[in-house]
């Protein structure tokens, strides 16, 4: 059984550019995470998705952020115009539907983003 | 989510059992305790949870003070790959998030 799947594990842009980061949840899991872990620092919240539909996007910084989850494919989170301060390694992390105590979270080897 | 508080760091010798302590002093009654630990640069990967009771399961074990308000994880016999940062997170089973602290970087020595 796959692990949950981030892509590409190493991006390099240029301030400006898109960046689009994919995430496969296991399977059998229909709720996906984004987590944010800036250099030297702990991870933090950015978004929670079900199939088609943001749960809480409250970690998510207003301008230039956005993520997905469609029917068919992977989770997307894409940043537009990239800057410097968007360098970081971003986790992807899905969980299967949530019971009353499932606080357990299966992460990707996450995706670091350089921005030159 | 009830706030966490945990030492930096701790070393502790490998094949020793290494304990490391969380005070989560304002937990309410319906928050869980979890265990998680990142490996340099990895995922972070769940250890463990629990609610009142002492869990174990095979990587670990945890151990909840009749007050709830503070655990130790207990790692039976710690190796060298067991060297990471471990957050002790509170959250209640609604949550829809996990709030990361600065946790406890282990390191195993030989």
């Known amino acids: 059984n796959a692990g949950v799947m981030q892509n590409p594990r190493h991006l390099v842009r240029r301030r400006g550019q898109e960046a689009r980061l994919r995430c496969s949840p296991m399977?059998?899991?229909?709720?996906v995470y984004w987590y944010r872990q800036l250099p030297e620092e702990g991870l933090k919240f950015m978004v929670y998705l079900q199939k088609e539909n943001i749960i809480d996007e409250s970690g998510m910084p207003k301008e230039r952020f956005s993520a997905e989850f469609p029917k068919e494919g992977p989770s997307i989170l894409r940043i537009q115009q990239v800057v410097r301060g968007d360098s970081a390694a971003y986790f992807c992390a899905s969980s299967p539907p949530r019971g009353p105590n499932t606080g357990e979270l299966f992460f990707g080897e996450g995706s670091r983003l350089t921005v030159l | 989510d009830a706030k966490t508080t945990q030492p930096p760091s701790m070393d502790c010798a490998e094949g020793r059992a290494a304990n490391l302590p969380c005070n989560h002093s304002?937990?309410?009654?319906?928050?869980?305790v979890y265990w998680y630990r990142q490996i340099h640069s990895q995922g972070p990967q769940y250890i463990i949870h629990g609610l009142k009771n002492n869990e174990t399961n095979e990587m670990a074990s945890l151990i909840i003070t009749e007050d709830r308000k503070s655990s130790t994880l207990i790692l039976p016999h710690a190796t060298l790959r067991d060297t990471a940062v471990y957050y002790c997170?509170?959250?209640?089973?609604?949550?829809?998030?996990?709030?990361f602290g600065s946790g406890t970087q282990l390191t195993v020595l030989p």
């Open positions: 304002t937990i309410s009654g319906n928050e869980y």
């Open positions: 997170i509170v959250t209640s089973g609604s949550a829809r998030q996990l709030t």
């Open positions: 399977k059998g899991h229909s709720h």
